[in-house]
């Protein structure tokens, strides 16, 4: 049976300039014994032995709740790695170990995972779903400044949620929210099929984040007699007419059929309904839209 337990490795040859030990995970089995260095550093006096963990005085460290929340993110790591051992019925070696181990270090990143999914999707003709985990990747980067060194399990709930914080703050309605979310959830779906991400910390699913609740229903908006006109007779020569564009970029709305049908509306201050349609070139077969479902402060620590 194997034992687990993070320590502070005391010893000459390990102590640096500053005093300090490095943090290590001792790993335990059949009377053998293997450190793995989980590059982190403490001083005799910030290092509380009997918690494994740094003492909770920021005084001493000021980092002590990001480490301490790191450290109990390495050891969800080894609960992983040996219950995968466990289910492939693989009486692992230390060496063994340790290789698992810090394989899970080198995956797991959320940009450089995202990156991969939509050249995949670019590479087998899926633009539709490229173009949405794209603009996903983008607001990210805005939202979180260290996304290059996140990591899966690093977006839990609370991440979640301040995402969402975020995304109102950018003036976004629910249904907005709502795609970004998706594109997120679908994204963490993937990572943890492909063993990239764990469900430890998955934000969605039973007592998670509801993305159903930011559904809104969305003003209908139609086209006025005078923009069917600007359509009609405006040149389109050589370009698109500015005053046109607007009007233009309206029909590629989910609101409007491929097909050049318009749904019937009723303009507010309007005391009739008008029905107004329009009919597609012929020498223009409409695009096949994609409509593929999408399936939508730092990295843990790597040892050099």
Request: charged share 35%.
């Amino acid at each position: 049976m194997a034992s687990f337990k993070i320590l502070l490795y005391r010893s000459r040859r390990s102590q640096r300039k500053d005093g300090s030990y490095p943090v290590c995970l001792r790993v335990t089995k059949n009377g053998k014994i293997k450190y793995i260095s989980l590059k982190l550093h403490a001083l005799e006096n910030q290092w509380d032995d009997g918690a494994g963990r740094y003492k909770s005085d920021k005084r001493l460290t000021s980092s002590c709740k990001e480490y301490n929340a790191l450290l109990s993110r390495y050891e969800a790591r080894v609960s992983d790695v040996e219950r995968k051992f466990d289910e492939d019925c693989i009486d692992w070696t230390l060496n063994q170990f340790e290789e698992r181990f810090k394989g899970y270090a080198k995956r797991g990143k959320v940009l450089e995972y995202l990156h991969r999914h939509v050249q995949v999707l670019q590479d087998t003709g899926h633009t539709g779903n490229s173009n949405c985990y794209t603009q996903l990747s983008h607001m990210l980067e805005l939202f979180d400044k260290k996304l290059k060194d996140r990591v899966f399990s690093e977006v839990d709930i609370k991440y979640v949620k301040s995402f969402d914080v975020f995304l109102q703050k950018r003036g976004c309605v629910g249904n907005t929210r709502k795609y970004y979310l998706k594109s997120l959830r679908a994204i963490l779906n993937k990572a943890i099929q492909d063993n990239e991400a764990s469900q430890h910390t998955y934000p969605f699913g039973k007592g998670g984040f509801e993305i159903n609740s930011l559904e809104e229903e969305t003003d209908k908006r139609y086209l006025s007699e005078e923009d069917l006109e600007k359509i009609k007779t405006g040149p389109l020569n050589g370009g698109v007419h500015p005053e046109a564009l607007p009007v233009l970029l309206l029909l590629f709305r989910d609101e409007f059929h491929r097909h050049g049908v318009l749904d019937t509306g009723k303009r507010e201050g309007d005391k009739l309904s008008r029905v107004h349609s329009v009919q597609a070139s012929e020498d223009q077969a409409p695009e096949k839209r994609e409509t593929d479902t999408n399936p939508v402060d730092r990295e843990l620590e790597r040892d050099s």
